[in-house]
């Protein structure tokens, strides 16, 4: 097995990794589906709604902010892939210095 090109390839992957990153926060999606309200749901929610601005109204009166930045949840299928490939890159590192060859770059 050529070496150098295994240097390259977890380099590469190793240079990825970072740009997962940006797919780890989308952007923020609808809190609900978009579908015909009856009257009752409607008022329902408008009574929600205001509920929901007066309690901000407040929080902000007297200085209660949202922790830090407020983006999106986090999208589990790229953390998972993320823990995955650096457990995979971590053990491959991990191999190929057990096997006597020079820790990688």
Excluded at 1 to 7: F, G, R, V
């Amino acid at each position: 097995m050529n070496t150098d090109l295994a240097y390259e390839a977890l380099a590469e992957l190793r240079d990825a990794l970072p740009r997962l990153g940006d797919a780890l926060v989308p952007g923020t999606p609808r809190r609900w589906n978009e579908r015909d309200l009856t009257p009752a749901q409607r008022v329902r929610r408008d009574a929600q709604a205001v509920a929901d601005r007066a309690a901000k109204d407040w929080n902000a009166r007297v200085g209660i902010t949202a922790p830090g930045a407020g983006r999106a949840p986090l999208n589990l299928a790229v953390l998972n892939t993320v823990i995955h490939v650096e457990q995979g890159v971590a053990e491959l590192e991990a191999a190929h210095v057990a096997a006597g060859r020079p820790r990688p770059r």
